[in-house]
């Protein structure tokens, strides 16, 4: 593309331009022309205190080249299990973000809850300061009459259900029992006896026997 702009660097090194097609080239000048600067004289005091900046600032070779020297410093490998990693960070933030959702959402709820719950113990102080006449049974409260009525219903099938589960949880391992028994006990004439001696505590077992 067409040169948009053209510049020396400041040690009269090299040549910097650009172009209109985002190019950017770095061109190193020959020693016959590293001397020559446009504009200025052989001793003039422009091409002296360009001389001296010079000479007093590093070129681009020799910064490059100090910062090769440079010593880099060991990076040191993660291997503690107790430090999560990039990933584990970021699914741990995303959990406590959740978390701390749906924590505040219970407690708006359970914050609703208690408004309603105070409005309601209200509302029954202020029927009981009524003159008797006047007082509302506490039946005429109940924003739904029929809804004890089904909750009762279901705690009592939920129950039933219960006892039918743990029935059948007894029965199967009864009969388990029973096999066991028939297949390990019943053909044994003695079950396993242990003697215990007094003084010193040894023990002797005896030997079981097969009914014949």
């Not at 510049?7 to 080239?25: E, K, M, Q």
């Not at 202020?126 to 705690?155: H, I, Q, W």
Request: net charge negative.
């Amino acid at each position: 593309g067409a040169v948009t702009g053209v510049a020396i660097s400041r040690d009269d090194a090299f040549v910097l331009s650009t172009s209109t097609d985002g190019s950017f080239f770095v061109q190193a000048l020959g020693s016959e022309f590293s001397s020559v600067v446009e504009g200025e004289g052989e001793g003039s005091p422009e091409k002296k205190a360009k001389e001296l900046e010079a000479d007093e600032t590093p070129t681009l070779a020799e910064e490059a080249a100090a910062a090769l020297e440079k010593e880099i410093p060991d990076v040191t490998d993660i291997t503690s299990t107790s430090v999560y990693s990039i990933e584990e960070d970021k699914q741990k933030a995303e959990q406590d973000k959740l978390r701390a959702e749906a924590e505040a959402k219970k407690l708006g709820v359970k914050g609703y809850l208690e408004k309603l719950k105070g409005e309601f113990l209200e509302l029954l102080r202020e029927n009981e300061s009524k003159p008797e006449a006047e007082r509302l049974p506490l039946d005429a409260f109940e924003v739904d009459p029929g809804l004890r009525e089904m909750v009762e219903a279901e705690t009592k099938e939920k129950i039933a259900r219960a006892h039918r589960e743990f029935a059948w949880d007894k029965e199967r391992t009864e009969i388990a029992l029973q096999k066991l028994r028939a297949k390990f006990l019943d053909p044994v004439q003695v079950e396993r006896v242990v003697l215990r001696s007094f003084a010193e505590g040894r023990k002797a077992y005896s030997v079981t026997s097969c009914r014949v």
